[in-house]
């Protein structure tokens, strides 16, 4: 049955608008985000990043903060427990990790302290991925990245130091805005440093303000709309599964601080390598490069474009195995 001439001519006009829409989309800054982001594989990254935060890093974090001086185990301690919106059974259980510090140090001993550091690799290396495949970067070597985790564990305990320093400094009331200001401007210097180091130094510090600005940001953010949401999943976990409903609240909770590391590491290097006058406010001028003197070039983009299974971790498997 042949349809109306009306019927095929508005067909027409709908598709061709649909079509200037679509390529009008596909050339903004936004839309290169969004194919970085399928690019670095964000679910799958995002999910991994946060079970090796989980089983490496927190139980690392608990283990120095033991041989830490109470003032700095307090300020650990507050940092995390307010930052993921403890509260409740949460907050009693987080405390017996950090309260038992003597215990901690007899089972752990020095021997125990260097393997912790191996556990920190665990995380940042899987850290370190996120950012070489989204700024598309050669590996870089195991022993410079036990290296860079040691220095990336020192950043995040002085970053835990400020925090609970200010806070005790400024306290809570009218002051609380101050104290926002200070955690904020730390939370972007901490992830504008983490890139840095996880690259090896070989992309410039001044590219990677974008990356640390909408990380902290939305960090903060994050951290905030913690406190509403964390004490009932924990409290109702808890009467599901008991302890480890606790612990899958904070799992679920680790995994949006992931997801957030992630996209903002894809949109970094788009932000950077854009051509137009956001890319030369980034970079500095329209000739600046991004990479640091000497640097090794950054790998070719993908042959075809990323897709949704490529983010959810079902591409091709060498891509997975890298």
Not at 75 to 81: D, E, K
Not at 107 to 110: H, Q
Not at 131 to 145: F, L
Not at 155 to 165: E, N, P, Q
């Given at each position: 049955m042949q349809l109306p001439a009306w019927v095929s001519a508005t067909e027409t006009r709908v598709r061709k608008r649909t079509d200037a829409v679509q390529t009008w989309v596909e050339r903004t800054i936004w839309w290169r985000i969004w194919e970085r982001v399928l690019e670095n594989e964000f679910v799958d990254r995002a999910v991994a990043l946060a079970a090796?935060?989980?089983?490496?890093?927190?139980?690392?974090?608990?283990?120095?903060?033991?041989f830490a001086p109470p003032s700095v185990r307090d300020?650990?301690?507050?940092?995390?427990?307010r930052r993921a919106g403890l509260s409740g059974a949460g907050l009693a259980t987080v405390r017996g990790a950090f309260a038992s510090a003597s215990d901690i140090r007899r089972?752990?001993?020095?021997l125990g302290l260097v393997f912790t550091f191996f556990y920190i690799n665990s995380f940042t290396t899987a850290l370190q991925r996120v950012?070489?495949?989204?700024?598309?970067?050669?590996?870089?070597?195991?022993?410079?990245?036990y290296a860079l985790g040691a220095s990336w564990l020192v950043?995040?305990?002085?970053?835990?130091?400020?925090?609970?320093?200010a806070r005790a400094i400024i306290g809570g009331g009218p002051e609380l805005a101050a104290y926002a200001v200070v955690a904020l401007v730390a939370a972007i210097a901490l992830w504008c440093i983490t890139p840095w180091l996880m690259l090896g130094r070989q992309v410039r510090l001044r590219v990677l303000i974008p990356t640390g600005a909408i990380t902290g940001?939305?960090?903060?953010?994050?951290?905030?709309?913690?406190?509403?949401?964390?004490?009932?999943?924990?409290?109702?976990?808890?009467?599901?599964f008991g302890f480890f409903g606790v612990a899958l609240a904070m799992v679920t909770w680790l995994s949006g601080m992931a997801l957030i590391i992630v996209i903002s590491a894809a949109a970094g290097p788009v932000f950077a390598e854009d051509t137009g006058w956001i890319g030369q406010h980034v970079r500095g001028s329209?000739?600046?490069g991004t990479l640091a003197p000497n640097a090794a070039p950054s790998l070719p983009p993908p042959a075809s474009a990323p897709t949704l299974s490529d983010a959810l971790g079902r591409g091709n498997q060498d891509d997975l195995d890298n």
């Open positions: 090796k935060a989980f089983v490496s890093l927190f139980p690392a974090i608990i283990v120095i903060a033991a300020s650990i301690y507050h940092t995390i427990t089972a752990t001993g020095i950012y070489t495949k989204a700024w598309r970067r050669p590996p870089t070597g195991r022993v410079s990245g950043g995040l305990l002085v970053y835990f130091v400020i925090i609970g320093v940001i939305a960090m903060s953010v994050y951290a905030a709309s913690a406190s509403l949401w964390m004490p009932r999943t924990v409290t109702e976990n808890q009467h599901q329209s000739t600046a």
